[in-house]
Nanobody, 118 residues
Framework: QVQVVESGGGLVQAGGSLRLSCAASGSIFSTNVMGWYRQAPGKQRELVAVTTSGGTTNYADSVKGRFTISRDNAKKMVFLQMNSLKPEDTAVYYC????????????WGQGTQVTVSS
C-alpha cells in the first residue's frame, strides 16, 4: 500500500521562506512523477510544481523564480523550497505521487497548511 506524508507547513511573514517535505512509502515504481499542489479556500486545487523521476521539472507561472522543487529518489522524497512568500501563497499544500502501469495511479498526502501573513 502506498502512503504519502507531508511535513513542514506553518505560518510565515510575507517575504519569508518555508521548506516542505514529502515522503512516499510502499510499492513505488522507479518511474513516477512527484509534485506539489495547493488549494486555497474557495478555490480549486492547482498545480504548484512537479518533478519526474528523470529530473524534469515544471512550475506554475505564479511560483517560478520563487519556489524550487527537488527530489531524492533513493529516499523516495520530494521537497519544495518556497522563498519570497506572498499572502496569495496561503493554502493547503498537498503532495502527489503519480505512477503509471496499465492505469494512472494518483496518491495524495493529507495536506499541510501554509499561511503567509502580510
Amino acid at each position: 500500500q502506498v502512503q504519502v506524508v507531508e511535513s513542514g507547513g506553518g505560518l510565515v511573514q510575507a517575504g519569508g521562506s518555508l521548506r516542505l517535505s514529502c515522503a512516499a512509502s510502499g510499492s513505488i515504481f522507479s518511474t513516477n512523477v512527484m509534485g506539489w499542489y495547493r488549494q486555497a479556500p474557495g478555490k480549486q486545487r492547482e498545480l504548484v510544481a512537479v518533478t519526474t523521476s528523470g529530473g524534469t521539472t515544471n512550475y506554475a507561472d505564479s511560483v517560478k523564480g520563487r519556489f524550487t522543487i527537488s527530489r531524492d529518489n533513493a529516499k523516495k522524497m520530494v521537497f519544495l523550497q518556497m522563498n519570497s512568500l506572498k499572502p496569495e501563497d496561503t493554502a493547503v499544500y498537498y503532495c502527489n505521487l503519480r505512477q503509471f502501469s496499465l492505469h494512472v495511479y494518483d496518491y495524495w498526502g493529507q495536506g499541510t497548511q501554509v499561511t503567509v501573513s502580510s
